[in-house]
């Protein structure tokens, strides 16, 4: 007699959408209150704690659901969960980029001019310009990097929400 269990990819989509979708919200929320370019290590956390909270929801209702839980399958979950939030994050981010701030990239160059200025006050506007240049050049580098940093948090999530919540098999 075979047993339905639940599908993995299934809860992937499902949590990584959650994680995206208030992700998305709370970037709403920042752009609402004019905090978009505020560069506070706030925004970071939200943002963790909201990929975290989602990830390990997902795991522990798999569990739930599915009666035991093996590392592996927490590892997937939580990789898969991350990914699929990367990806609602990235598409988001064109959306904002071109569409709802055109100017972000520009502003984002203003800040890290700021910025550096106030940590090296000697150096000499050509200098700058270059970095704010190739700064502008190569934001499109932003994007894969979302995915690989969001698909290793979701494996290093999966793996501690794995440890923690793993459940083995009744007989």
Excluded: C, H
């Amino acid at each position: 007699m075979e047993t339905n269990s639940p599908n993995i990819g299934k809860f992937s989509l499902t949590y990584g959408s959650i994680a995206g979708i208030v992700g998305i919200i709370f970037s709403f929320m920042l752009i609402s209150l004019d905090m978009l370019y505020d560069q506070g290590s706030e925004k970071t956390v939200v943002s963790i704690a909201i990929l975290v909270g989602a990830v390990i929801l997902g795991i522990f209702n798999f569990r739930k659901e599915n009666g035991s839980l093996t590392l592996k399958q927490a590892l997937k979950i939580g990789t898969g969960s991350s990914v699929i939030a990367a990806i609602y994050s990235i598409v988001f981010t064109i959306v904002l980029v071109n569409f709802i701030e055109p100017d972000f990239i520009a502003k984002t160059g203003e800040l890290t001019r700021a910025t550096v200025i106030e940590s090296n006050p000697t150096i000499s506007n050509e200098q700058l310009d270059m970095i704010t240049d190739q700064q502008a050049n190569f934001f499109w580098l932003a994007y894969p990097f979302m995915l690989i940093f969001n698909a290793f948090g979701g494996l290093i999530i999966g793996l501690l929400g794995g440890l923690i919540l793993k459940k083995d098999a009744q007989a």
